[in-house]
C-alpha cells in the first residue's frame, strides 16, 4: 500500500508531502493546484509507468527535482528517492527488479483506465537477466476500454518459406483486452461467473434500489456494425444499447467492467503462474463524481467500496483508494464510513505569501462531520461564504451591512429596493429571511 509521496521542485509546489491512510484517502483543492497530478505521481510510483507525459521539474529545479516514495509491497517495504536526469529528460529508477506492489487501477477524468497487474506485468526473462517481455502496464484510452486494447504484433520466428510462402503468418496480433462490448456480450452469452459478477457489480453501482442497471438483450445497432451490442434497460422499460448511454452511465458501466476484467483476468493469470492472486490492491480515482446525478454522487463511493469486496470474496485481501473529488455531496456521503484511524483528507490550498507570488501547499485535515452538503460547500475545504447563488451572497452581504449600523434613519427606499432584489434571489423559506424582517420592521424600514 502506498505509505508517502514526498515532491521536491516538481509538481505546482516547491515542496509537498502526503502521508497516506491505509483505506481511504481523499484529495480536494481547487482546480489547476494537483490533485490529478498527486494521482499521475502516485501510479508511476506504483507502476513505474506514465499515463501521459512524464512529469516535468519546475524550470529552476531541474538539476535537483525529486520523487520520494514508500510503499508496502508483497514482499517488503519499498523507501527510494528517484531524480531527475536532466540529459535523459526521465526519472531515475532504482536499479534491478522493481518492487510488487500489488494490483494497482487508476481510474482518470476522462474515462481512461490504467492497470498494473502483478501476474500479468511484472517481469523477469527466464534465464534471471531483467527484460519487458510482458507491457509494462495496460494503458486504456477511453475508446480502447470499449473497444478493446491491442499491443504490438508479435513476430512469429516459427514461420517458415515452406510452412508458409505468403508469409501470412509472420506477425501474430496481440491482443490484451476485447473491450467492454467484446467481452459483455460473450460474457451474457455463456451467463457464467464473469456474467454474474458485472450483474452484480452494475446493481451495486447504481443510482438507487429503484434505478438498478440491469443488462438486457444483446442488439444490432445498425447494418455497418456486425457486432452484438450489449443495452441496458432504462427505468422508462427501453434496453438502450450502451454506446448510446448517457456520459454519467457510460462511466459507471466502464468502471464496473474495468473491476471485473481486471480481477478476473488477474486470478486466471496467478492461476497460470501458479502463484496465490495479490493481497493488496490500490484504487487511484479521478473526480468519480463526473457526470453523475446528485443522487447517484451520494452513492458511488459506498457503491466502489462493496464492488471490490463482492469481487475479492475474501477477508484477506486489503483495498486502499486514493481519490481526488470536488464534490461537497460526496465527502456527506462518506461521514457514516469514514474511519479516523483508517482514512484520511487532504486539502490543497493557495496560500498567500507577503510580497511574493502565492504557494500551493497540501495540508491533512481534521476529520468533521458537518451534516449537509451546504455546509462542506462553506467548510474551509471549498471556501464559499455561503451555497446559495453568487447575486444572492452579494445581496446579503450588502444587507448585512445595513443592519449591522442599527441606524434607524437608513433611508426607507434604499430599504425596501434591498427588500426587492432580494425577494428575486431568495426563496421564500430562506433563513435570512427571519433576521432581515425582524430588523427592517423594528427600524421601520419595512
Known sequence: MLEYLRLSGVGPAPALEAVFADRLNLIT??????????????????????????????????????????????????????????????????????????????????????????????WRREDGGEGRERPAAYLFKPGEVWNGLRGPDIQNTASTLDSDPLGLFAFQPRYYCNGLIADWAGWQRENGEHFEQLCRALATLSPSPDEVLVPGPLVRINLNDARDIPTIRMPYGQDVPVLHASAGMKRVLAMAYLLVWTWQEHVRASELLGQEPARQIVFLIDEIEGHLHPRWQRRVFRAVLEVMNALLQRDDVQVQIVAATHSPLILASLEPLFDERRDRIFDLELVPVPDAAARVELQTLPWRRRGEADNWLTSELFGLKSARSLEAEQLIEAAADVMATGDATVDARRARDLDRRLRQVLGDTDPFWLRWRYVGERQGWL
Open 29 to 122: 483543492g481547487d482546480n489547476g493546484l494537483g490533485k490529478s497530478f498527486l494521482l499521475d505521481i502516485a501510479w508511476w510510483v506504483l507502476s513505474r509507468t506514465w499515463t501521459g507525459l512524464p512529469a516535468r521539474p519546475q524550470p529552476a529545479h531541474l538539476h535537483d527535482a525529486e520523487i520520494g516514495f514508500s510503499f508496502h509491497g508483497r514482499a517488503k517495504r519499498t523507501t527510494y528517492v528517484s531524480r531527475y536526469d536532466r540529459f535523459a529528460q526521465a526519472w531515475r529508477g532504482k536499479p534491478g527488479r522493481p518492487a510488487n506492489p500489488g494490483l494497482v487501477l487508476y481510474a482518470q477524468v476522462d474515462g481512461g483506465f490504467a492497470v498494473w497487474d502483478p501476474a500479468r506485468n511484472y
